[in-house]
Protein backbone atom coordinates (compact mmCIF):
# COMPACT_ATOMS: atom_id res chain seq x y z
CA UNK A 1 0.00 0.00 0.00
CA UNK A 2 1.28 3.55 -0.68
CA UNK A 3 -0.05 6.86 -0.11
CA UNK A 4 1.30 9.74 -1.61
CA UNK A 5 -0.10 13.85 -0.59
CA UNK A 6 0.15 16.76 -2.72
CA UNK A 7 -0.90 19.96 -3.01
CA UNK A 8 0.57 21.84 -0.17
CA UNK A 9 2.19 25.11 -0.44
CA UNK A 10 2.19 28.84 0.47
CA UNK A 11 -1.01 30.53 1.36
CA UNK A 12 -2.00 34.10 3.27
CA UNK A 13 -3.75 34.31 5.91
CA UNK A 14 -7.35 33.46 5.04
CA UNK A 15 -6.85 31.90 1.80
CA UNK A 16 -7.98 28.29 0.37
CA UNK A 17 -5.82 24.73 -0.82
CA UNK A 18 -6.83 21.58 -1.36
CA UNK A 19 -4.71 18.38 -0.60
CA UNK A 20 -4.73 15.02 -2.44
CA UNK A 21 -3.99 12.34 -1.43
CA UNK A 22 -3.35 8.92 -3.93
CA UNK A 23 -3.83 5.46 -2.51
CA UNK A 24 -2.73 2.43 -4.22
CA UNK A 25 -5.01 -0.07 -2.20
CA UNK A 26 -7.76 -2.44 -3.62
CA UNK A 27 -11.52 -1.81 -2.12
CA UNK A 28 -9.84 1.26 -1.10
CA UNK A 29 -13.69 2.77 0.08
CA UNK A 30 -13.55 0.04 2.74
CA UNK A 31 -10.40 1.79 4.97
CA UNK A 32 -10.70 5.14 6.52
CA UNK A 33 -8.59 7.56 5.64
CA UNK A 34 -7.83 10.26 8.15
CA UNK A 35 -5.28 13.71 7.71
CA UNK A 36 -2.58 14.61 10.26
CA UNK A 37 -0.35 17.35 11.01
CA UNK A 38 3.12 18.01 12.33
CA UNK A 39 4.57 21.36 13.19
CA UNK A 40 8.17 21.83 14.22
CA UNK A 41 8.73 20.87 17.45
CA UNK A 42 5.04 19.72 18.13
CA UNK A 43 3.68 16.06 18.14
CA UNK A 44 1.96 14.98 15.35
CA UNK A 45 -2.12 15.82 15.35
CA UNK A 46 -4.62 14.37 13.79
CA UNK A 47 -7.19 16.65 12.43
CA UNK A 48 -9.57 15.21 10.34
CA UNK A 49 -10.87 11.45 9.66
CA UNK A 50 -13.27 9.92 7.46
CA UNK A 51 -15.13 6.46 7.79
CA UNK A 52 -14.91 3.14 5.55
CA UNK A 53 -17.96 4.26 2.96
CA UNK A 54 -17.34 7.81 3.92
CA UNK A 55 -20.96 7.74 6.35
CA UNK A 56 -18.99 9.19 9.04
CA UNK A 57 -16.35 12.18 9.76
CA UNK A 58 -14.72 13.78 12.52
CA UNK A 59 -12.37 16.53 12.75
CA UNK A 60 -10.44 18.41 15.12
CA UNK A 61 -11.69 21.46 16.87
CA UNK A 62 -8.53 23.43 15.85
CA UNK A 63 -9.98 22.74 11.71
CA UNK A 64 -13.75 22.26 12.60
CA UNK A 65 -15.71 24.29 10.42
CA UNK A 66 -12.90 25.07 8.34
CA UNK A 67 -11.88 21.76 6.64
CA UNK A 68 -13.44 19.26 4.61
CA UNK A 69 -12.50 15.60 4.21
CA UNK A 70 -13.73 13.76 1.56
CA UNK A 71 -12.71 10.59 -0.92
CA UNK A 72 -13.39 9.70 -4.38
CA UNK A 73 -13.42 6.01 -4.38
CA UNK A 74 -13.15 5.56 -8.28
CA UNK A 75 -9.92 7.53 -8.64
CA UNK A 76 -8.40 6.03 -5.26
CA UNK A 77 -7.88 9.72 -4.02
CA UNK A 78 -8.59 11.57 -0.75
CA UNK A 79 -8.94 15.11 -0.36
CA UNK A 80 -8.80 17.74 2.65
CA UNK A 81 -10.23 21.32 1.73
CA UNK A 82 -9.10 24.00 3.67
CA UNK A 83 -10.26 26.97 4.06
CA UNK A 84 -9.81 30.48 6.04
CA UNK A 85 -6.20 29.48 6.54
CA UNK A 86 -4.15 30.80 9.81
CA UNK A 87 -0.20 30.78 10.17
CA UNK A 88 -0.98 28.16 13.03
CA UNK A 89 -2.41 25.71 10.47
CA UNK A 90 1.82 25.82 9.01
CA UNK A 91 2.98 22.49 9.16
CA UNK A 92 3.42 19.01 7.24
CA UNK A 93 0.49 17.38 6.43
CA UNK A 94 -0.14 13.55 6.00
CA UNK A 95 -2.80 11.15 5.30
CA UNK A 96 -3.19 7.58 6.44
CA UNK A 97 -5.59 4.79 5.92
CA UNK A 98 -6.29 2.08 8.16
CA UNK A 99 -8.66 -0.69 9.04
CA UNK A 100 -10.78 0.28 11.98
CA UNK A 101 -13.30 2.77 13.27
CA UNK A 102 -14.05 5.06 15.00
CA UNK A 103 -10.65 5.72 14.54
CA UNK A 104 -8.64 9.46 16.21
CA UNK A 105 -5.23 8.36 17.34
CA UNK A 106 -2.05 7.55 15.23
CA UNK A 107 -1.98 4.45 16.24
CA UNK A 108 -5.21 3.14 14.52
CA UNK A 109 -3.62 4.13 11.08
CA UNK A 110 -1.31 1.58 9.47
CA UNK A 111 -0.36 2.92 6.36
CA UNK A 112 1.10 6.52 5.99
CA UNK A 113 2.09 8.76 2.79
CA UNK A 114 5.18 11.29 3.37
CA UNK A 115 3.64 14.57 4.17
CA UNK A 116 3.36 17.75 1.73
CA UNK A 117 3.80 21.22 3.33
CA UNK A 118 1.77 24.09 4.00
CA UNK A 119 2.79 27.43 5.05
CA UNK A 120 0.44 29.89 5.70
CA UNK A 121 1.70 33.36 5.97
CA UNK A 122 1.98 36.99 4.58
Known amino acids: VQLQASGGGLVQPGGSLRLSCAVTQSRYNYYSIAWFRQAPGKEREGISFLSPLGSSTHYADSVKGRFTISRDSAKNLAYLQMNSLKPEDTAAYYC????????????????WGRGTQVTVSS
Open 96 to 111: ALGTKWPAYDSVDYDH
